[in-house]
């Protein structure tokens, strides 16, 4: 038992839906808690309504609560559970900023509840800028010159104190969120304002710029008795002019000396011991080495995404250890779980080089701004490992799936800049840089001019010319034995050597092999091997020339692959869907089961998992490597969301055992013209559509069926370069995005069906039977992607015959196609006839909701069809028998991505979702949009901006039920006509183009006195940021800054409406969810 005797029950707060800066690393670092707590046999109870996330399995937790993390529904689970402690440390800021509001409450001192770790006070240390300020001084650490302000007024007299530009810091955020530089009064008006709002006390920090200094930092842990160790130190290329979150990270640190590293690691050590951390924590410096002047930047009194970086780069489990060391122990008293034999005071030692890198998808917004700067907008990360610098970064580049295969040698030429152009784009960094700096030495520009303008270290610009010096030399040389050693340690893929040469990956990979260079499997091990490591932690490398482990011959084992970086519409879900695979071949006997995998921030990514875990690039190349080395009885790529899809066909082609449906069957599913071929042999309707191969083709079939139309691209996710189409200009953009996306595959064109309902079903077959999970009705009509769709599970607008004839589509598509595992159906609901949209034979971001509702794991049950094993006998009707409501809600990042609008369409923008249950709908739906940051208000006043007479129709019930529950209604000149005549009392207030007309909504806004907008935009033409439109993306995009909810589609705002009117005389319910149904 842990010290602590007087501990029996823990309540752990998860961080909610994943957003940008609150992601999946902390699903990792809560189950490592999870794990931690349930070894000592104390009971666990979770409050997290983030439905995608293995933590949110009852696996992990004795009683998990499916709610929001906000003081009102955490003292409802307390009064409940009656825990004895609470952890805070595992939930992001969300779970932090909720914890000091209980405090502050009395809440866990009434009911006796004891913070675990870091105590609150201690959270204000590092959490309060002013606060953090002054530990640091008294802990002999120095500051930058700042000043904390509470309004805009006092922010400009600091700012022309410190002189521009200067960085904005708000107070109890992450992400850099509401943060920024600004150069000037304007920006500097405008950031603290946006600022002002995202903190939880209101509260910024103005301080002086120092991008030109490095960013380095360290993980420490600390016990209760004041024992400390710094776990792991790491630098950002990309200096403090870019947020940790959305630079290169590199451990360990390459550029700083000894006397550096010891100054800031001792610094480190007094620092938190000093504000009084228990467990992890990361704190951040910025470092000036011209002058050996430092400043500590801030402590973040929790586990982060630095620390998921840490744990893995590391092998050091900071998660789990801290969670130790909050129950009691020390950290003599803990065993490093690599070794075995060491304890967690020995402070990791690397030999290798892991480099981060993150992915970010401006792709999917208009209008976005891809500068980085101090607020971080990327969505995922991957963690490369290598014996060069090079080598790790290359690898990093592929594992981000965004189509290079490293630093040269792309499909794509690259960009023609003047010299003048890149050397602005050397200062003003955005995703492009490391290719931007690559390109300014291709220019002759000096290493120094561009350290001068990019503020990036000489070493790593030294590093980037050694990758440009081996490119000319493949060009102009024989690929002999010496040759490939020395491109393939400096990480060229055989993609990029073959394009160099002018052959094919194949050829490259078989000259490759006759000359003997193949990669070695080595150990991360903690200690440089310097200890005995017995766990099977994995990567591949050039850098050796032998393997640390063997592979059992006698027993063949198999090999998943992950789903690679978090991005938008390859999210936590797909991690969930890893794990259960694992545990599911596990459970039928798979003894021998290894993962492939390179997001840090995953369970499954987590060594202990399975039985050898490949941090590894998710590319054909690599693949290969490892079943090469491997010899599996099989690969399964149908959980690893549509990158592990993607690499199906060339896998097979090349040899490789498929477990599940052939890649065959994959094929004709993904290839949007085959599949429409084989919907009309089963006489199965589907939206009209046609393959065209060039632009007249595609004109000729719109004129034909009319305006909207929809493009399609083959083989992607998340309708990337999927776009509905309203005239002929568009399409003329649209068709040559969507082959640059898809260019090996055939572009589809189909009629978009107007009024339309989607419908999605998840499912397993074994080619025999067919299980449905659960039919699943969007919300939101069609043209809202299904991913940004809120969805519900019973559905409550369908008839019994649709019901029925969709489960008959359902089985004989599953059956005509051959699955053999999971799959997911999308339909479309037109003047009650069904319509198929399309058939992805894999997992689905949808599947956790519908297994955690209906008690079924349908990933479990998909681990018995992919070994031909029977299915149990399932009810076909066990969804339809559930007595709860389930909503599924999108969680949407905008805050963070500068410029974006919230206007919705069929490419994916959500970053994450929450799902809650209830006995009603609007049970549900209000726990629900609660949790995504939505709130939902008795009384204030809405404005209401609807294009198109129909919509305003639409919404008419809506509106007059608002001014029933006596809200104010405030609407834009067109629009007041149009509802003031039908229901009366309607306030006129003009746009923000009209600054002169009041009342205005640019005022309104800025004074707090809107309480909700709905916003009904009139189309989705390429013209919607012109003209009158632009009106309504400003209005959309000032509210999301300052914080206030805006509904954009006409279903959304009459749930929302009709739940506020419940609210009034109904409460929520508070329950825990209930664990699967056994699988015989």
């Keep these: 038992m842990p010290k602590n005797e007087s501990l029996n029950k823990i309540l752990v707060l998860g961080s909610g839906a994943i957003k940008i800066g609150e992601a999946g690393e902390f699903d990792y670092s809560g189950s490592q808690c999870l794990k931690a707590i349930h070894e000592d046999g104390l009971k666990s109870v979770l409050i997290n309504p983030n439905i995608a996330t293995i933590q949110t399995d009852t696996r992990f937790a004795d009683q998990v609560y499916l709610l929001p993390v906000n003081p009102q529904y955490v003292e409802s689970v307390v009064e409940k559970e009656r825990p004895d402690g609470i952890m805070l440390a595992y939930g992001g800021q969300t ?26 006070q201690g959270i204000k240390n590092t959490e309060d800028r002013q606060l953090f ?51 000037n009064e304007i920006e500097l008006h405008e950031i603290v304002e946006r600022g002002l709002n995202a903190s939880l006390v209101g509260q910024v920090l103005v301080e002086e710029y120092i991008g030109h200094w490095k960013q380095i930092e360290y993980e420490v842990m600390q016990d209760y008795d004041g024992n400390n160790v710094i776990v792991c130190n790491m630098e950002n290329v990309l200096s403090m002019k870019v947020h940790t979150g959305d630079n290169i990270v590199v451990a360990p640190s390459q550029t700083i000396n000894n006397h550096e590293y010891h100054m800031l690691r001792s610094a480190a050590l007094r620092a938190t011991k000093h504000v009084g951390i228990v467990g992890e924590c990361n704190i951040q410096y910025a470092l000036d080495s011209d002058s050996d002047r430092y400043v500590a930047i801030e402590i973040n009194p929790r586990l982060s995404r630095s620390s998921a970086l840490a744990s893995k780069a590391t092998g050091y489990p900071l998660a789990y250890m801290s969670a130790k060391i909050g129950l009691g122990y020390s950290l003599s008293e803990l065993v490093n779980r690599i070794t075995k034999s060491t304890t967690a005071c020995f402070e990791p030692s690397l030999d290798y080089v892991v480099c981060k890198h993150p992915r970010w998808d401006f792709s999917k917004f208009e209008q976005v701004n891809r500068k980085l700067g101090v607020t971080m907008k990327s969505v995922g990360e991957v963690m490369a490992v290598g014996r ?62 561009i350290y001068k303008l990019s503020a990036i270290d000489p070493w790593f610009i030294d590093k980037i010319q050694n990758i440009l010096n081996a490119e000319a030399k493949i060009k102009e040389s024989e690929l002999d034995k010496s040759l490939m050693w020395d491109i393939k340690k400096l990480g060229f893929s055989d993609n990029q050597i073959a394009r160099a040469k002018g052959s094919t990956p194949d050829e490259v990979r078989e000259i490759r092999k006759e000359l003997g260079v193949v990669p070695s499997v080595k150990q991360i091990d903690t200690l440089a091997a310097e200890w005995p490591a017995v766990t099977n932690y994995l990567y591949l490398t050039y850098g050796g020339h032998s393997h640390d482990i063997e592979i059992p011959k006698d027993d063949p084992g198999i090999v998943v692959v992950g789903a690679g970086p978090y991005r938008i519409g390859s999210s936590v879900e797909f991690d969930w869907g ?57 690969v399964i790529t149908c959980v690893g969301g549509q990158t592990a899809n993607n690499l199906t066909p060339g896998l097979a082609e090349r040899g490789i055992n498929i477990l599940g449906t052939s890649a065959k069957d994959v094929d004709r599913a993904e290839d949007r013209s085959k599949f429409s071929a084989e919907l009309d042999k089963l006489h199965i309707g589907q939206p009209r559509w046609q393959a065209f191969s060039n632009l007249n083709e595609a004109k000729s079939f719109a004129q034909e069926v009319g305006f909207p139309v929809i493009v399609r691209p083959s083989y992607v996710l998340s309708g990337a370069a999927m776009k509905v189409v309203w005239s002929q200009e568009e399409l003329k953009t649209y068709v040559k995005e969507a082959t640059d996306v898809s260019p090996d595959h055939p572009v589809v064109i189909s009629k978009f069906m107007l009024n339309s309902l989607e419908v999605d079903v998840d499912g397993i077959s074994n080619g025999k039977e067919v299980v449905i999970g659960a039919i699943v009705e969007h919300i939101d009509s069609a043209g809202v992607h299904s991913g940004d769709a809120m969805m519900c599970i019973p559905p409550w607008r369908l008839s019994n015959k649709i019901i029925e004839t969709i489960t008959d589509y359902t089985k004989r598509i599953a059956l005509t196609f051959n699955v053999k595992g999971p799959f997911n159906l999308q339909f479309l609901i037109n003047n009650d006839q069904v319509y198929v949209i399309e058939l992805n034979i894999r997992a ?136 003031e005549e039908k229901v009366g009392g309607i306030e006129i207030i003009h746009k923000i183009s009209e600054p002169e007309r009041l009342p205005n909504i640019a005022d309104m806004l800025y004074e707090r006195k809107i309480d909700f907008i709905i916003n009904i935009p009139s189309t989705s033409t390429i013209e919607k940021y012109v003209g009158m439109l632009d009106d309504e993306y400003q209005i959309r995009r000032k509210a999301i800054e300052l914080g206030i909810p805006v509904l954009t589609t006409i279903e959304l705002a009459d749930s929302f409406v009709k739940t506020l009117e419940w609210l009034q005389h109904n409460e ?13």
């Design 1068 to 1080: 929520t319910t508070k329950d825990p969810i209930e664990p699967y149904d056994p699988i015989e």
């Design 133 to 183: 300020k002054d530990q640091m001084t008294e802990a002999g650490v120095p500051v930058l010159k700042s000043k904390t302000v509470t309004n805009v007024d006092d922010a400009k007299k600091v700012a022309e104190e410190l002189n521009y530009p200067v960085i904005v810091r708000v107070a109890y955020t992450l992400g850099g969120r509401g943060g920024g530089i600004a150069h």
């Design 95 to 120: 779970a932090l900023n909720c914890g000091v509001k209980l405090e502050e409450a009395g809440i866990l001192q009434k009911y006796g509840v004891k913070v675990l770790g870091t105590q609150v």
């Design 844 to 979: 689905s971001r949808s599947m956790p909701f519908v297994s955690k509702l209906v008690k079924m794991n349908l990933i479990s049950l998909a681990s018995k069809a992919i070994l031909d094993k029977p299915l149990p006998k399932i009810p076909e009707n066990k969804w339809q028998k559930i007595h709860n409501y389930g909503i599924k809600v999108p969680q949407f990042s905008f805050m963070q991505l500068d410029g974006a609008d919230i206007a919705l369409g069929v490419e994916m923008q959500s970053t994450g979702e929450a799902a809650c249950f209830g006995n009603s709908f609007h049970d549900a739906l209000a726990k629900g949009l609660t949790s995504v940051g939505i709130k939902l208000p008795q009384t204030g006043t809405a404005v209401v901006t609807v294009g198109g007479t129909e919509n305003k129709e639409k919404l008419l019930s809506s509106i007059a039920k608002l001014k029933q529950l006596g809200f104010k209604i405030m609407a834009t000149e067109h629009t007041a006509e149009f509802f």
């Design 388 to 449: 060069t610098f090079e080598e790790s970064l290359q690898k990093a580049i592929r594992m981000l799936a965004i189509g290079n295969d490293g630093l040269v040698l792309n499909r794509a030429n690259g960009k023609k800049y003047t010299e003048e152009e890149i050397e602005f784009k050397l200062s003003h960094h955005d995703d492009e840089i490391l290719y931007n700096v690559a390109i300014a030495l291709k220019m002759g520009i000096s290493v120094e001019r």
């Design 578 to 634: 890893t794990v259960n695979m694992v545990w599911g071949l596990q459970e039928n006997g798979e003894k021998n089961v290894s993962v492939v995998n390179c997001n840090p921030e995953t369970v499954s990514t987590d060594y202990d998992i399975c039985t050898r875990l490949y941090f590894e690039e998710l590319t054909q190349e690599r693949l290969l490597d490892i079943t090469d080395f491997e010899n599996p009885k099989g």
